[in-house]
């Protein structure tokens, strides 16, 4: 019969801690997960990158000559075809990015929430985990981003029309005092919508859900947590900074003196960075979130009873 976890509700401090200890104990698997959607990326772009090449070179050499002003009509409407090729060629790079991007989360959520809970995923069963995870976790992406820009459309534009009141000297004084309280409550609710759908990946991951249902049970878990929430936040920037900083200033600093040397290095350096952060970032919400749960619905005694013997004498 497999172990228990030992599950208690945690402190912010403890669940970096866990995160490091499954870290450790599953160092080349995660990286592995976390690596191969970057170099499948990267080796997409540069094809695309490649594909584009006459385009970039054209566009260089337009932009050159229109700067000085050797510039025909024609030759400008070719400049502008040129552009319009080359931002669908961005676009589909960004689109890429966020796609590799979401399948590296959900298949280090599913190998980190794994180890955690006593069990063991494979490199291709994670994978598969954020192939299959991608599409729920796009659409809920989706959501977020219109439910934010909702907001802060209705709220900005609530702001310019109490500015164009005041400085058109139509209204009083505290108006102003209103505007700024406005803007300052749409960052407000921005930061506290922000807290409260953290573990949304973590739950549309482990659970299956649709967007809107993982949206709305995020909220739930976090419901009484979100001060903790956002101080785990803090710390994972604060060490994100301070172990990236240590890196480039031990690889960079020492190895690097041509400046074109020492920009190679710092990219190379941002990368592994990104590749042996991108763990211990999202494991964290994995963590959070199967503390989020111990905390709100006793999922460490449900666990317990669940391994108690059963009785079949009778």
């Known amino acids: 019969m497999q172990a228990v976890p030992e599950l208690r509700p945690l402190g912010v401090g403890d669940i970096v801690d866990r995160v490091f200890a499954v870290y450790r104990s599953r160092l080349g698997p995660l990286l592995v997960v976390a690596s191969l959607p970057y170099l499948v990326f990267a080796l997409a772009a540069g094809v695309i990158g490649f594909a584009a090449g006459p385009k970039i070179v054209s566009f260089l050499t ?136 953290t573990v949304s990946p973590a739950v549309a991951i482990l659970e299956s859900t649709g967007p809107i249902q993982s949206l709305g049970r995020s909220w739930y878990l976090s419901g009484g947590n979100r001060w903790r929430i956002l101080a785990l936040q803090l710390l994972l920037t604060i060490l994100q900074v301070v172990l990236s900083s240590l890196l480039s200033l031990l690889l960079v600093a020492a190895l690097g003196s041509d400046p074109t040397v020492r920009f190679a290095l710092q990219q190379a350096v941002n990368l592994l960075a990104n590749i042996a952060w991108a763990p211990i970032y999202w494991g964290t919400f994995a963590i959070l979130y199967y503390d989020l749960r111990v905390r709100k619905e006793a999922l460490d005694l449900q666990l317990a009873v669940e391994a108690l013997p059963r009785d079949t004498s009778s």
Not at 103 to 122: H, K
């Open 62 to 197: 337009f932009s050159t000559r229109a700067q000085g002003g050797r510039i025909s009509q024609q030759e400008l409407a070719a400049l502008l075809s040129t552009l319009a090729d080359l931002s669908v060629v961005l676009l589909v790079l960004v689109i890429a990015a966020v796609a590799f991007t979401l399948v590296q989360a959900a298949a280090l959520v599913r190998m980190v929430a794994a180890a955690y809970m006593g069990q063991t995923v494979t490199v291709g069963d994670a994978m598969r985990t954020g192939l299959n995870a991608f599409p729920r976790l796009l659409l809920m992406g989706i959501v977020a981003f219109v439910a934010f820009a909702l907001m802060w459309a209705v709220g900005l534009l609530g702001a310019v029309v109490l500015f164009a009141v005041v400085f058109g000297g139509n209204a009083p004084g505290w108006l102003i005092l209103v505007a700024v309280l406005l803007g300052l409550a749409l960052i407000v609710a921005t930061i506290f919508i922000q807290a409260s759908w």
